[in-house]
Structure formats: structure tokens, C-alpha cells
């Protein structure tokens, strides 16, 4: 039987090559290659400083800190994530406060709205599978209570929302490399910024607060003395990450319009039926990080049900995105999120990888829609 995986990463002789030169240049760690992928990146998205780090979550826990978060504060942002998103505001000492998310998957601003009290310090929004929440909406509501905004773009990269890519509209923006992403650098993450003091602290903070890097001391004439100004972190990214990042960059207008191409199948074969309801993306350009169904109340199969079916065929799948709210993790509180919980247990993530042949890309909607 031939299987379909859900994902699958791009990765090639060109990131082999680009990790095995690093190897044998001994700069391994932090240093010219993330220098370099941090200028490719801020080319990319349009912003104007990126700080590379191990991972996203990472990333979202320095920006939380710049961002002035700490103990005894609360930060708005959605349940239905990947638990990433909530873990990272208790790193600070802070209190996650749930909101609801709408039918695009993405919070909902009436729901925020309702939920600001006065240890409210700020929202953190996700592009949800990649498809943009509405920035603009929300750093207006930061505005207008003092409040910062941090966007979790973990899913986003070349995702786009009024014309522009994700990682140039607000202050605090973090991206993930991890294999299930868009693109990969094994594990990585970036924090893309407008703001210099930010940019300046974020760099400390990746390296355990220290006041210059390696590769300035490496190639200074002169003896320097490091000194550590603030608790710090080690979230460095390595260079034989950067040097895979450099080549998957080179290849993300390509993979997305492919992916937008698959997706645009599924589309158009789903898109007329009562039994599921596609994602819309709007006025947005949405990367297709995952491709996501709902079922609806006139499904005559349930969701697990369904990818049981697919299972058998060789097609796998995935649930919903996860809710945090009923994790053990976290529910020592008590949440009413029935919005959430539905979308979460009602949809289901269909295979979308490169390259995906048009045989495969049949065969799933055929699969599904024998079921629907
Ligand atoms: C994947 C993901 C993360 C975590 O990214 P890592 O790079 O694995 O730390 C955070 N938030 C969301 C929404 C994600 O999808």
C-alpha cells in the first residue's frame, strides 16, 4: 500500500552542503552563518532587525521579557494553539488568560476585548496555521489600553497581510524552523523587531547576557573583557543551522507557491460540499503551514472516524490544532471555550508536503470524499 505522510521537510544537497561547509570551517556555534541568515531574513520579511534563536518558544519567552511581562501578570492569547504559545507566558511568571478563537481559526477580538483587566499586559496573537489574525485590529486594541502586542508567527513565514509579510507590522514577531514548519533549520526560531532597544536586548539575553558576542571578541586587535549586565538565557542558534536556513530561504517563494497550488486543489474539491467547510483566507495571503478541514454538524462521519478511514487507506492525518486549556498542564482552571473545544474537535489537518505528485493530491480528496 502506498503511503501519504502528513508533512514532509524540503531539505536537499544544497542544506547538506551548506551545514557540511560550516563543519569544516570549526565556526559552528552562533556566529558569521547567523549573522548572515538574520540579513537574509529582515531582507525577506521587510523588518528591520532579526535576532536568530533556538527555537520559537524560545523566541516568545525573550520577547515576553522585553516586552516588560513578569510575575503576577496576565497576557491574553488563544487556547486552541499549539501549547507553546501558553507555556511561554508562564516561563515569566505571568498568568495566560484564554480567549476564544473565531472561524478563521484566530482570536477573537470581541472575546480579548472582554477579558483586559487591569494585570493585563499584553496580547499575544497567532497567525494560526499560517492564515494572519487581523494585526491591525489588535495593535489598535494594544493602543488604546496600553498594552504590547507579540505576534506568534511560528506557522507564518511568507504568509502576508495587508500586501506585506509577516514579521514586518509589529514589534515583537517569532517564527519556528522546526521540521513541521514551512521551512526547517532541524530546530530554530527567529525574533524579527522594528525596535533597536529591543533588538539590542534580545541579543544579550540569547547569550546569557553578555555584553558583545564571539565573533566580536574573535576578531578584535585588542583584548576584551565580556561583561553579563542581566540574567541571560542560552537560546543561541548554531551556524550549521544558519547555513540551512540561508538555503531554505533561498527556496521559500518556490514552496509556497506550491503549497498554494495543492491547497487550491483542496479547495476546489471541498469547497461545495455540506459535510466540511474550508478555511477561508480573506483579503490575506495565507502559506498553507497546514491544510485544515472542518467538519460540520452534517457530517455524516465523525472526525476521529474519518482518520481512522484514511489511516487504513495509508493516508495519515492529524487532529485539529490542540487546545491548552484542557491539557493537564494547565487545567487547574477552569475555562468555558466551547468554540474552541468544537473547532478543535472537529477539524482535521490533511497531508500537504513538496512535492506532493497530483496522484497523491487525488487521492486524498477521493479518500475523503468517499467518506463525506
Ligand atoms: C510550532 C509552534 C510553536 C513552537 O515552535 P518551536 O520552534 O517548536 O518552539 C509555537 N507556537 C505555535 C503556534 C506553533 O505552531
Known amino acids: 500500500m502506498r503511503k501519504i505522510p502528513i508533512a514532509k521537510p524540503l531539505l536537499g544537497e544544497l542544506e547538506a552542503k551548506?551545514?557540511?561547509?560550516?563543519?569544516?570551517?570549526?565556526?559552528?556555534?552562533?556566529?558569521?552563518?547567523?549573522q548572515e541568515f538574520e540579513k537574509d531574513f529582515c531582507e525577506y520579511t521587510g523588518a528591520k532587525y532579526a535576532v536568530a534563536v533556538s527555537n520559537c518558544t524560545t523566541g516568545l519567552h525573550l520577547s515576553l521579557l522585553v516586552a516588560g511581562i513578569s510575575c503576577g501578570d496576565e497576557v491574553i492569547c488563544p487556547s486552541m494553539s499549539y501549547i507553546a504559545t501558553a507555556n511561554?507566558?508562564?516561563?515569566?511568571?505571568?498568568?495566560?488568560?484564554?480567549?476564544?478563537?473565531?472561524?478563521?481559526?484566530?482570536?477573537?477580538?470581541?472575546?480579548?476585548?472582554?477579558?483586559?483587566?487591569?494585570?493585563?499586559?499584553?496580547?499575544?496573537?497567532?497567525?494560526?496555521?499560517?492564515?494572519?489574525?487581523?494585526?491591525?485590529?489588535?495593535?489598535?486594541?494594544?493602543?488604546?489600553?496600553?498594552?504590547?502586542?507579540?505576534?506568534?508567527?511560528?506557522?507564518?513565514?511568507?504568509?502576508?497581510?495587508?500586501?506585506?509579510?509577516?514579521?514586518?507590522?509589529?514589534?515583537l514577531v517569532c517564527f519556528s524552523f522546526h521540521p513541521r514548519k514551512v521551512i526547517t533549520t532541524g530546530d530554530g526560531g527567529m525574533i524579527t523587531t522594528n525596535n533597536k532597544s529591543y533588538y539590542t536586548r534580545l541579543k544579550h539575553l540569547r547569550q546569557h547576557g553578555m555584553s558583545i558576542n564571539d565573533q566580536v571578541r574573535h576578531?578584535?586587535?585588542t583584548v576584551?573583557?565580556?561583561?553579563?549586565?542581566?540574567?541571560?538565557?542560552?537560546?543561541?542558534?548554531?551556524?550549521?543551522?544558519?547555513?540551512?536556513?540561508?538555503?531554505?530561504?533561498?527556496?521559500?517563494?518556490?514552496?509556497?507557491?506550491?503549497?498554494?497550488?495543492?491547497?487550491?486543489?483542496?479547495?476546489?474539491?471541498?469547497?461545495?460540499?455540506?459535510?466540511?467547510?474550508?478555511?477561508?483566507?480573506?483579503?490575506?495571503?495565507?502559506?498553507?503551514q497546514s491544510y485544515s478541514l472542518l467538519l460540520t454538524a452534517k457530517c455524516p462521519i465523525s472526525r476521529n472516524g474519518l482518520m481512522q478511514e484514511l489511516l487504513d487507506m495509508g493516508i495519515s492525518t492529524r487532529r485539529g490544532i490542540m487546545t491548552a486549556h484542557r491539557e493537564k498542564a494547565y487545567n487547574a482552571k477552569t475555562y468555558s471555550l466551547p468554540q474552541s473545544e468544537f473547532y478543535s474537535d472537529h477539524s482535521i489537518l490533511l497531508p500537504l508536503y513538496i512535492p506532493m505528485d497530483d496522484a497523491d493530491i487525488a487521492s486524498v480528496i477521493q479518500s475523503v470524499k468517499q467518506f463525506i
Request: overall charge negative.
Open 18 to 34: 551548506a551545514a557540511h561547509d560550516v563543519i569544516l570551517t570549526g565556526w559552528v556555534t552562533q556566529g558569521p552563518k547567523v
Open 88 to 171: 511561554c507566558i508562564r516561563y515569566t511568571g505571568a498568568e495566560p488568560v484564554f480567549a476564544e478563537v473565531g472561524n478563521d481559526f484566530n482570536i477573537d477580538i470581541e472575546d480579548v476585548r472582554k477579558k483586559i483587566t487591569s494585570k493585563t499586559k499584553a496580547i499575544l496573537i497567532v497567525h494560526q496555521i499560517g492564515n494572519p489574525a487581523d494585526i491591525a485590529a489588535y495593535q489598535e486594541l494594544c493602543n488604546a489600553h496600553n498594552l504590547k502586542l507579540i505576534e506568534d508567527g511560528a506557522c507564518a513565514i511568507g504568509s502576508e497581510y495587508k500586501g506585506k509579510k509577516i514579521g514586518s507590522h509589529s514589534e
Open 219 to 221: 576578531t578584535s586587535k
Open 224 to 288: 576584551i573583557i565580556e561583561e553579563y549586565l542581566e540574567l541571560g538565557y542560552n537560546y543561541r542558534m548554531t551556524d550549521i543551522q544558519a547555513a540551512v536556513g540561508i538555503e531554505q530561504l533561498k527556496r521559500l517563494k518556490d514552496i509556497i507557491r506550491e503549497r498554494r497550488r495543492i491547497a487550491e486543489m483542496y479547495n476546489e474539491a471541498f469547497k461545495n460540499s455540506d459535510s466540511v467547510e474550508i478555511l477561508d483566507e480573506g483579503d490575506k495571503k495565507y502559506n498553507y
